[in-house]
T-cell receptor, first 114, second 112 residues
C-alpha cells in the first residue's frame, strides 16, 4: 500500500514569498502531524490534526505558519512571508489514530528560502 | 527538545560489532519509547519501541533496554551491518499530548 506522500520534494523560494506544502497521509489514518527538521537536528513538532480539526498547534513558530486539513485527509502547510530561517525539511506523518503511537513519516519537503 | 538528550552524537562501528545509543529524558509522563531510523533523503521510520511496563525488548538484531528509575533507554544493534548506517532518533511520546519529542540524533556509520 502507499505510504505518506509529500509534494513538492524540493521547493526553492525567495524571502517574502508564500509557499504551500502538501501531505497525502495513508488512507484511513485519522491523525496527521507536521514536523520541521533543521540540518543535523531531530524533527520538531509543529501541528497535529485529528480528523479535520487542529487538535494541537502549539509547535507553530508564529502566525506566518498555518495548516489545514479540510476533508480529514490531505493537509496543506502554508507559510506566509517566508524568511531564510524557515529553510528546513518539513515532514508529514500520519497514524491510524492519535493514540496509536506509531507514526508513519513521508519523505519530506526540503524548503530553501533564498 | 531540551527534555530529551541523546548520545553519542556520532558513532563509528566495525561490521559485526555492537552499536549502543543512549537516550535520557526528563518527563515522567512519557509512556511510549520508540527509536526511529532515518536514511538520507527519507523520513524517519519506526525501528523498535517499548512500553514502560517492560525493561527490555528484542527484535532480531535490535534491542531496547529501558530503565524507568534512571529515566533512560538505549538501543543496542548487534552484529552491526553497513546497511545499518543511518541516523537514529529516540522519540519518547506522551499519549496525552499525541506528539513525539525527538532527540538530536546519532549518526551511525558501520564500516565494511
Amino acid at each position: 500500500g502507499a505510504g505518506v506522500s509529500q509534494t513538492p520534494s524540493n521547493k526553492v523560494t525567495e524571502k517574502g514569498k508564500y509557499v504551500e506544502l502538501r501531505c497525502d497521509p495513508i488512507s484511513g489514518h485519522t491523525a496527521l502531524y507536521w514536523y520541521r527538521q533543521s540540518l543535523g537536528q531531530g524533527p520538531e513538532f509543529l501541528i497535529y490534526f485529528q480528523g479535520t480539526g487542529a487538535a494541537d498547534d502549539s509547535g507553530l513558530p508564529n502566525d506566518r505558519f498555518f495548516a489545514v486539513r479540510p476533508e480529514g485527509s490531505v493537509s496543506t502547510l502554508k507559510i506566509q512571508r517566508t524568511e531564510r530561517g524557515d529553510s528546513a525539511v518539513y515532514l508529514c506523518a500520519s497514524s491510524l489514530t492519535g493514540s496509536s503511537g506509531e507514526q508513519f513519516f513521508g519523505p519530506g519537503t526540503r524548503l530553501t528560502v533564498l | 527538545q531540551q527534555q530529551v538528550k541523546q548520545s553519542p552524537q556520532s558513532l563509528i562501528v566495525q561490521k559485526g560489532g555492537i552499536s549502543i545509543i543512549n537516550c535520557a529524558y526528563e518527563n515522567t509522563a512519557f509512556d511510549y519509547f520508540p527509536w526511529y531510523q532515518q536514511f538520507p533523503g527519507k523520513g524517519p521510520a519506526l525501528l523498535i519501541a517499548i512500553r514502560p511496563d517492560v525493561s527490555e525488548k528484542k527484535e532480531g538484531r535490535f534491542t531496547i533496554s529501558f530503565n524507568k528509575s534512571a529515566k533512560q533507554f538505549s538501543l543496542h544493534i548487534m552484529d552491526s551491518q553497513p546497511g545499518d548506517s543511518a541516523t537514529y532518533f529516540c522519540a519518547p511520546w506522551h499519549s496525552g499530548t499525541y506528539k513525539y519529542i525527538f532527540g538530536t540524533g546519532t549518526r551511525l556509520k558501520v564500516l565494511a
